[in-house]
């Protein structure tokens, strides 16, 4: 069988090399002939890259300045903002005039911090001479000649600058009115030269570029920052005109200075050495010829043999895995020629088979372990309402009322007839619904008039819905032993439902008094812990693994306190995707309920 292999593996090697040679002559000659003209085309992307970064560079700041201009306006429409001077001019300004004030002042916190550049920004009143700041409020007669000249000097562009700062602002007026005097709300925003001068250092980095960023004029006392190496401001162009570049000599060296506007009053620089654009093309120059052959030929060779002897086994090994997490369980490899992956697919195929032989098995014991825990579950239930029930009907003996006594017994017959009619542990949710009225008829013999039950009318679309037996009427007995039996007069129980796709709520509630929160938390603890059962909490937590036994995960039972007053236990059933639960997409009332309230 090596015998019948060997040949083609020799006569792949061959063709190999001589597709290599090939293809690898007519590019090296190729080579030649652009060799010059790609060196000229590398220089100018290289050139161009620097410009669309310098453009880049400007578009992040501007970005950046056109979000605080956002924010200023934003602040300009908060009602809050505008409203402040009628505060400001009452005698007393109470408590509520703080908390209005706080909420101006975190607005300007909020832009302080949220932006690296900002030095402060304040808000002005002109109307009543006044200023609120991110710390302090107060009056502002020694500044108002300065805001006012900055506001008459930029009224078109609302950007001034000096040799220190460069301000925006931004102003709400009434009417048409322009004049300073007359606008109800100023902002100022001063940007920090210290701040501007760190965000340029960030974009240094290692690259040895220089970056500055003018504004108003530098050459007449405008604004101007600048870091890295040798950008000042005697080589910048007087009158820079949009976007641009320029080559210029400092010291005997080569720049590259590149421009872009910024915000239409602001100008961003970089300076970028001229050998540094060319020093990485003079390495790619001289390895170049040699590093394109030897790429070409590895590749080639690469190529062919890691497809044939790699790729292909790799790709039919991982359609297998594919097939397998779709749930083809049994699915197998097969053979390969060679015998490191002949030993993979092996290996796999045992543990294919073997997979499939555990998941059956793994199936057949849990489906009989859910058996057994139902069957266990509803045993333990079923006595539970039976002893209760005995001590009931002996009391009415007792007491000598015999009418009653003979409708418990009719109500008691039917109750054996539900949990006796089959081994199933599961019935229809009108069947269980059924069932719990029989015993509040029981309990309403016991307690009189010393309660009222109040059942809705279980809704049809999950009216024949099968679920776990007694799961509402021990929630019933629940309410009457712990809230309902030690009240003289105005108990009451409700019971209702919700509707949500693929979702079911069904709520029993009482007004009970002796809820609290302690022992809330104390059976919602108990609903969730996987402890075994035991106490008197028994049956909440028997309903509650029972419904996660056979709906899963997010099912079960739920304690509250209900508006009523009392606790409110709330089964969830969340019905499989694959079954057709009826349920309307509407959901979130119960139907025909004539017990809404009390």
């Given at each position: 069988?090596?015998?019948?292999?060997?040949?083609?593996?020799v006569?792949?090697?061959?063709?190999l090399?001589l597709?290599?040679f090939?293809?690898?002559?007519?590019?090296?000659s190729?080579?030649s002939?652009?060799?010059v003209?790609?060196?000229?085309?590398?220089?100018?992307m290289?050139?161009?890259?620097?410009?669309?970064?310098?453009?880049?560079y400007?578009?992040?700041?501007e970005?950046e300045?056109?979000?605080?201009?956002?924010?200023?306006?934003?602040?300009?429409s908060d009602?809050?903002v505008?409203?402040?001077?009628?505060?400001?001019?009452?005698?007393a300004?109470?408590?509520?005039?703080?908390?209005?004030?706080?909420?101006v002042?975190?607005?300007?916190?909020?832009?302080?911090?949220?932006h690296?550049?900002?030095?402060?920004?304040?808000i002005?009143?002109?109307?009543?001479?006044?200023?609120?700041?991110?710390?302090?409020?107060?009056?502002?007669?020694?500044?108002?000649e300065?805001?006012?000249?900055?506001?008459s000097?930029?009224?078109?562009?609302?950007?001034?600058?000096?040799a220190?700062?460069?301000?925006?602002w931004?102003?709400?007026?009434?009417?048409?009115?322009t004049?300073?005097?007359d606008?109800?709300?100023?902002i100022?925003?001063?940007l920090?030269k210290?701040g501007?001068?760190?965000?340029?250092?960030?974009?240094?980095?290692?690259?040895?570029?220089?970056f500055?960023?003018?504004?108003?004029?530098?050459?007449?006392?405008?604004?101007f920052?600048?870091?890295?190496?040798?950008?000042?401001?005697?080589?910048?162009?007087?009158?820079?005109?949009?976007?641009g570049?320029?080559?210029?000599?400092?010291?005997?060296?080569?720049?590259l200075?590149?421009?872009?506007?910024?915000?239409?009053?602001?100008?961003?620089?970089?300076?970028?050495?001229?050998d540094?654009?060319?020093?990485?093309l003079r390495?790619?120059?001289?390895?170049?010829?040699?590093?394109?052959?030897?790429?070409?030929?590895?590749?080639?060779?690469?190529?062919?043999?890691?497809?044939l002897?790699?790729?292909?086994?790799?790709?039919?090994?991982?359609?297998?895995?594919?097939?397998m997490?779709?749930?083809?369980?049994?699915?197998?490899m097969?053979?390969?020629?060679?015998?490191?992956?002949?030993?993979?697919?092996?290996?796999?195929?045992s543990m294919?088979?073997?997979?499939?032989?555990?998941v059956?098995?793994?199936y057949?014991?849990?489906?009989?372990n859910?058996r057994?825990?139902?069957k266990?579950l509803?045993?333990?239930?079923?006595?539970?309402?039976?002893y209760?029930?005995?001590f009931v009907?002996?009391?009415?003996?007792?007491?000598?009322?015999?009418?009653q006594?003979?409708?418990m017994s009719?109500v008691?017959g039917?109750?054996?007839?539900?949990?006796?009619?089959?081994?199933?542990g599961e019935?229809t949710?009108?069947?269980?619904v059924?069932?719990?009225?029989?015993?509040?008829?029981?309990?309403?013999?016991?307690?009189?008039?010393?309660?009222?039950?109040c059942?809705?009318?279980?809704?049809?679309?999950?009216?024949?819905?099968?679920v776990?037996k007694?799961?509402i009427?021990?929630?019933?007995?629940?309410?009457?032993?712990?809230a309902i039996?030690?009240?003289?007069?105005?108990?009451?129980?409700?019971?209702?439902?919700?509707?949500?796709?693929?979702l079911?709520?069904?709520?029993?509630?009482?007004?009970?008094?002796?809820?609290?929160?302690d022992m809330?938390?104390?059976?919602?603890q108990?609903l969730?812990?996987r402890?075994?059962?035991l106490?008197?909490?028994?049956a909440?937590?028997?309903?509650?693994?029972?419904?996660?036994?056979?709906?899963?995960?997010?099912?079960?039972?739920?304690?509250?306190?209900s508006?009523?007053?009392?606790l409110?236990?709330?089964l969830?059933?969340?019905?499989k995707?694959?079954?057709?639960?009826g349920?309307?997409?509407?959901?979130?009332?119960?139907?025909?309920?004539?017990?809404?309230?009390?």
């Open positions: 069988m090596k015998s019948g292999r060997n040949p083609f593996r006569m792949s090697v061959v063709m090399l597709v290599t090939c293809i690898i002559f007519p590019i090296i190729l080579l002939i652009v060799y003209r790609s060196i000229r085309q590398m220089e100018e290289m050139t161009q890259r620097i410009l669309a970064e310098t453009a880049s400007a578009e992040i700041l970005q300045l056109q979000a605080i201009r956002l924010q200023n306006y934003n602040v300009l009602r809050t505008t409203t402040l001077p009628v505060w400001f001019e009452r005698e300004q109470d408590s509520y005039f703080v908390l209005r004030l706080q909420a002042q975190a607005s300007l916190d909020a832009i302080i911090y949220g690296d550049i900002i030095e402060n920004v304040t002005y009143y002109p109307r009543i001479s006044r200023k609120v700041t991110s710390t302090s409020q107060s009056t502002y007669e020694e500044e108002k300065g805001v006012e000249k900055i506001i000097q930029t009224e078109e562009t609302k950007v001034w600058a000096d220190e700062h460069i301000v925006f931004a102003s709400s007026s009434f009417g048409d009115q004049a300073y005097e606008m109800n709300v100023v100022l925003t001063v920090s210290y501007l001068e760190s965000y340029l250092d960030r974009l240094v980095g290692d690259t040895g570029n220089g500055a960023l003018s504004a108003g004029g530098w050459d007449y006392g405008g604004f920052v600048s870091t890295g190496s040798g950008l000042s401001a005697d080589i910048l162009p007087q009158e820079p005109d949009g976007d570049h320029l080559m210029v000599e400092l010291q005997g060296n080569s720049f200075l590149s421009w872009a506007e910024v915000d239409g009053e602001m100008t961003f620089y970089q300076l970028s050495p001229f540094r654009i060319q020093e990485p390495g790619w120059y001289q390895a170049r010829i040699f590093f394109i052959f030897l790429l070409l030929c590895l590749l080639l060779l690469f190529t062919a043999a890691f497809y002897m790699i790729q292909r086994p790799i790709n039919h090994a991982k359609n297998t895995f594919m097939r997490e779709k749930g083809e369980l049994g699915v197998q097969g053979s390969s020629w060679y015998v490191e992956f002949q030993n993979m697919y092996s290996q796999f195929d294919s088979r073997r997979i499939q032989d555990l059956e098995r793994e057949e014991l849990r489906l009989l859910y057994a825990q139902m266990q509803q045993h333990q239930i079923n006595p539970h309402f039976l209760n029930t005995y009907l002996r009391g009415l003996l007792q007491e000598e009322e015999y009418d006594a003979l409708q009719d008691i039917r109750y054996l007839k539900y949990i006796t009619l089959s081994d199933r019935a949710l009108e069947e269980e059924e069932h719990a009225k029989a015993y509040a008829q029981i309990q309403q013999i016991r307690f009189s008039k010393r309660v009222k039950i059942f809705a009318e279980c809704p049809e679309k999950i009216a024949k819905r099968r776990p007694l799961i009427q021990p929630l019933l007995e629940n309410a009457f032993d712990h039996k030690d009240k003289l007069s105005g108990g009451f129980i409700r019971v209702r439902y919700i509707c949500e796709p693929q079911a709520h069904i709520y029993v509630e009482d007004n009970g008094e002796k809820l609290t929160d809330l938390a104390g059976l919602s108990m969730s812990s402890e075994p059962l106490g008197e909490s028994v909440l937590l028997n309903i509650h693994k029972r419904l996660v036994l056979m709906y899963g995960e997010g099912s079960g039972l739920f304690v509250s306190r508006e009523l007053g009392g409110c236990c709330e969830v059933i969340r019905w995707q694959d079954e057709k639960s349920l309307s997409g509407e959901g979130n009332e119960y139907e025909k309920n004539p017990c809404g309230g009390r």
